[in-house]
């Protein structure tokens, strides 16, 4: 009768495969794919994705260059005096070379103030406005495709993270939307 029994009379947690450290790996990440596939482990995996971007944006922008109000006050005090030498350089009678050489100054000024701007001036520095929950806020703006605020990455790296993190990002909130999940927001 033994010979037709072709069982083993080991039970499943006891075979020789389990001192095996392969197998070992193998049933964990049979395990961890199941459990992500579940509407909590995936909610945990878009949690984790927002927090890991909303380190990462902040890391990226605070590291970038920084316009301070410091720089701006000097820009000005530097045109300031440039006008002043103008007003020096003419007597009150030569009126036409003075609106002139006055007018080139003010331009040269208005364009550096309008540069600065494009580049990305604000009177709050990069680290006032790059807080972890500002981050957080602006990835989960990206992966939900809502785009809320007027935060952005001013910075080429931040630019890119911001594609490369929407292009994972949208996916993976859509797939967890469509499984019932909701952020709460």
């Known amino acids: ?5 072709q069982g ?3 039970s499943r947690g006891s ?10 790996i193998k049933d964990c990440c049979r395990k961890v794919i199941a459990f992500m596939c579940t509407q909590v482990g995936l909610g945990a995996l878009v949690f984790g994705y927002t927090l890991v ?10 590291k970038g260059v920084n316009i301070e109000p410091v720089q701006i006050n000097e820009k000005r005090e530097e045109y300031l005096v440039k006008l002043y030498k103008v007003a020096l350089k003419h007597n ?7 609106f002139s050489d006055s007018d080139a100054v003010l331009k040269s000024y208005q364009e550096k103030v309008v ?4 580049y990305g ?3 709050r520095s990069v680290n006032d406005m790059w807080t972890f929950s500002a981050a957080l806020m602006y990835s989960l703006s990206v992966i939900t495709m809502i785009g809320y605020g007027n935060l ?3 910075t080429s790296y931040g630019k890119i993270a911001t594609v490369v993190y929407a292009l994972f990002g949208i996916p993976l909130y859509v797939l967890y939307n469509k499984m019932g999940g909701s952020l709460g927001l």
């Open 15 to 24: 075979s020789v495969s389990d001192n095996d450290p392969r197998a070992k």
């Open 115 to 118: 540069e600065i701007f494009k």
């Open 92 to 98: 009150i009678f030569d009126v036409d070379s003075f």
């Open 1 to 5: 009768m033994e010979e037709y029994y």
């Open 53 to 62: 971007g909303a380190v990462s944006f902040m890391t990226l922008e605070q």
């Open 8 to 10: 083993s009379s080991r």
């Open 121 to 123: 001036y604000s009177e």
């Open 152 to 154: 952005v990455p001013r």
